[in-house]
């Protein structure tokens, strides 16, 4: 139980154009999902937490018109990154909690490279 | 202000030996304390976790000892197999609150056959 999946699991990109990120929770309704930031040997920086049909919050720092999260349903959020540059290259993870937490249930990650 | 210190950064251990890995916090308000497993290229997978009406809980070769009055809380991996190499992560929140996790820095695991 508690299976969270992450779609594309990689992707490449030329600077300028706009990825979307979809994350679904497959056996369970997540409360709250949220979208993280990992650079190479560092930990995990939140970037983002989201509600069903709410708007995101996202953590000082970074860019709300940069990364679009819209979290449709209660198992599905996506994050866009718009306009991608080089240094928008990462590794993006969600999670999500069921019934309020606090346990957070990881996806695979997927892997932005920005050409 | 760096919220939940990890040690050591990296952890090198025989096969069947124990490794042990500590977290210490400050903020008394934390009373959710998970440890996360992450392989590389994968997503952090939720290994076990405590809360801090208990001072220990054990899941197979895996035990988390914690401590209230100190603010520690530690991972033991007994009989570690060379298949627990990976990074592992210590965090902590408040249930009912934010939900938000505070992550350690991590410590990279390597166990020699």
């Known amino acids: 139980g508690a299976v969270v999946s992450q779609h594309p699991s990689w992707v490449i990109c030329k600077s300028g154009t706009s990825v979307k990120i979809e994350c679904r929770s497959l056996?369970?309704?997540?409360?709250?999902m949220f979208w993280y930031r990992q650079f190479p040997k560092q930990s995990l920086m939140l970037m983002a937490t989201?509600?069903?049909?709410?708007?995101?919050?996202?953590e000082q720092g970074v860019e709300k018109d940069k990364f679009l999260i819209n979290h449709a349903s209660l198992t599905l959020s996506t994050l866009t990154v718009t306009s991608a540059h080089p240094e928008d290259s990462s590794f993006y993870i969600c999670?999500?909690?069921?019934?309020?937490?606090?346990?957070?249930?990881f996806g695979p990650g997927t892997r932005l490279l920005v050409l | 202000q760096q919220q939940v210190k990890q040690s050591p950064q990296s952890l090198i251990v025989q096969k069947g030996g124990i490794s042990i890995i500590n977290c210490a916090y400050e903020?008394?308000?934390?009373?959710?304390f998970p440890w996360y497993q992450q392989f590389p290229g994968k997503g952090p997978a939720l290994l076990i976790a405590?809360?801090?009406?208990?001072s220990e809980k054990k899941e197979g070769r895996f035990t988390i000892s914690f401590n209230k009055s100190a603010k520690q809380f530690s991972l033991h991996i007994m009989d570690s197999q060379p298949g627990d190499s990976a990074t592992y992560f210590c965090?902590?929140?408040?249930?009912?609150?934010?939900?938000?996790?505070?992550f350690g820095k991590g410590t990279k695991l390597t166990v020699n056959p």
């Open positions: 999670s999500a909690t069921m019934d309020r937490g606090p346990a957070q249930y």
């Open positions: 405590i809360r801090p009406d208990v």
């Open positions: 989201s509600n069903e049909g709410s708007k995101a919050t996202y």
């Open positions: 056996d369970f309704q997540a409360t709250t």
């Open positions: 965090a902590v929140t408040t249930q009912g609150g934010s939900e938000k996790l505070v």
């Open positions: 903020n008394t308000a934390f009373d959710y």
